[in-house]
């Protein structure tokens, strides 16, 4: 219901939602590849998988979510290296939650996919609002 309102106001949190759909997909295809078929350790596969995600979704943001506000127009390099910030802290947002999470409670450790849904949750707004003011912002 909230994801419906929000949405309803500001279509770009659905196309990030979106994207970020085609992001972890990328992210998880590589990953998976990686260790299955390149005989990779899991570590260095998910920087790899990880990074190339990052590539992907700062495209497809920079064109397909906030394209319309003047972001495609903004200097490429400057962009990027924006986005890889945003999505750097929110990969340690979402991490930092779910370790939290996990450390402080035995309900939590029980049953981690709920503070994996909830680290996951906290991110995804900080970087929707990281993306939407700073990585993209108009120029």
Known sequence: R??????RRDSTLLRFLIVGTVGFLV???ILQALVSLGAWAPVPARL???????????LLNRTFTFGAAGSAKA?????V?????????GAGIN???FAAL???SALMAAHP????AIGSIVALMFNYLGSKHFAFRPA
Do not use: C, E, N
Request: no cysteine; net charge positive; hydrophobic share 60%.
């Open 75 to 79: 200097a490429p390099v400057r962009s």
């Open 95 to 97: 991490v930092g939650t």
């Open 81 to 89: 290296l924006r986005y890889v910030m945003v999505s750097v802290a």
């Open 48 to 58: 790899v998988s990880f990074s190339v995600a990052v590539m992907v979704t700062w």
């Open 2 to 7: 909230m994801v419906r309102r929000l949405t």
């Open 113 to 116: 996919v709920i503070p994996l």
């Open 27 to 29: 992210d998880g295809a």
């Open 102 to 104: 996990v450390l402080l």
